[in-house]
């Protein structure tokens, strides 16, 4: 069964950036859309962000004009860009995306990137 592979997290300071990137593994990518949420600990998963295969995006306001999300040609790889990260900003980081499983295309979380962001 594929999942989504999420990396590019690790440690920053306030102010510092990071790329997140989500591939596919296992499973031939489908869909239209791979969205971004991050999830701290006692809270619930928060939507970041979304971008479908015409390229059209959504950016939660909390972090728009922070956090940028692209993907190649082929939605293969999709990138969030974070940049002026705070404290704040620290959480696992999950991407969503189409796998396809058999002959269904199902929506499937991966396991997370961990950003920690540190004053």
């Known amino acids: 069964q594929g999942q989504p592979v999420e990396s590019g997290g690790g440690s920053a300071h306030d102010g510092g950036s990071l790329r997140l990137s989500c591939v596919g593994s296992g499973s031939a990518t489908c869909g239209t859309t791979v969205t971004w949420y991050r999830q701290v600990p006692g809270k619930e998963r928060e939507f970041l962000a979304a971008?479908?295969?015409?390229?059209?995006?959504s950016v939660h306001r909390s972090v728009r004009g922070r956090f940028t999300i692209s993907q190649d040609s082929a939605q293969v790889t999709v990138y969030l860009q974070m940049n002026n990260l705070r404290p704040e900003d620290t959480a696992m980081y999950f991407c969503?995306?189409?796998?396809?499983?058999?002959?269904?295309?199902?929506?499937?979380w991966g396991q997370g990137t961990q950003v920690t962001v540190s004053s």
């Open positions: 969503k995306r189409g796998l396809m499983q058999g002959d269904i295309c199902v929506d499937i």
């Open positions: 971008i479908d295969r015409r390229g059209v995006v």
